[in-house]
C-alpha cells in the first residue's frame, strides 16, 4: 500500500512524539505545582485559624475569670 504525501506527512516520527510526551511532562508538573500551592496555602490558613482560636479560647477564659470575680464581689448568684 502506498501513501500520499498527505497520508505522510500525518505520521508521527519518533522525535515528535518525544516532544509531546515532554510537553505533557511539563504541563503535568505545572498542574501539579499549582496543586501544591493551593494545598499549602489551605494549610498555612488552617493553622492560623487553630492559632486565632486558641487565642479565643484564652481571652474567654481570661474574661470568664475577671466576670466570676466581679460576681463574687457583688454578691451576684452566677447565671449558668
Do not use: C, W
Request: no cysteine; aromatic share 4%; proline share 2%.
Amino acid at each position: 500500500m502506498t501513501m500520499t504525501p498527505e497520508q505522510f506527512n500525518i505520521l508521527a516520527t519518533k522525535d515528535y512524539v518525544k516532544e509531546e510526551i515532554h510537553s505533557s511532562e511539563e504541563r503535568i508538573k505545572t498542574e501539579i505545582n499549582k496543586v501544591l500551592n493551593a494545598v499549602d496555602t489551605f494549610a498555612k490558613k488552617t493553622e492560623n485559624v487553630e492559632i486565632e482560636q486558641t487565642s479565643n479560647i484564652s481571652a474567654h477564659d481570661r474574661f470568664e475569670k475577671r466576670i466570676s470575680g466581679i460576681e463574687t464581689n457583688l454578691n451576684l448568684n452566677p447565671i449558668n
